[in-house]
């Protein structure tokens, strides 16, 4: 059974800062590329954040990048997005994405996602 459970959304002043989680299991997790997306109320979910399996490499939104950091941790099967200098239309709903592979073909599995509000 696949699970990818997301932690460490909350409120937070603009200026502030978040560091989210997401535990998976069930995955073959050090193949799959890691992702976190969010879908704002009344708009579609949109890409956040990409990592590759080993790391090497990470992609942002341009509307992030400078701000949030992508990592994993391989052997604990977590990916994480630390969230700096947040502002209020980074209020979203932040979903975690594990994108890899099922008897060849490409397949994607989606956390439940985790409520980030920024506001004064």
């Known amino acids: 059974q696949v699970q990818l459970v997301e932690s460490g959304g909350g409120l937070v002043q603009p200026g502030g800062s978040l560091r989210l989680s997401c535990a998976a299991s069930?995955?073959?997790?050090?193949?799959?590329?890691m992702g976190w997306y969010r879908q704002a109320p009344g708009k579609q979910r949109e890409l956040v954040a990409t990592?590759?399996?080993?790391?090497?490499?990470?992609n942002y939104a341009d509307s992030v990048k400078g701000r949030f950091t992508i990592s994993r941790d391989n052997g604990k099967n977590t990916v994480y997005l630390q969230m700096n200098s947040l502002k209020p239309e980074d209020t979203a709903v932040y979903y975690c994405?594990?994108?890899?592979?099922?008897?060849?073909?490409?397949?994607?599995?989606w956390g439940q996602g985790t409520q980030v509000t920024v506001s004064s």
């Open positions: 994405n594990a994108h890899g592979t099922d008897w060849g073909s490409p397949i994607d599995y």
């Open positions: 069930g995955i073959a997790f050090s193949f799959s590329v």
């Open positions: 990592i590759t399996t080993s790391s090497t490499s990470a």
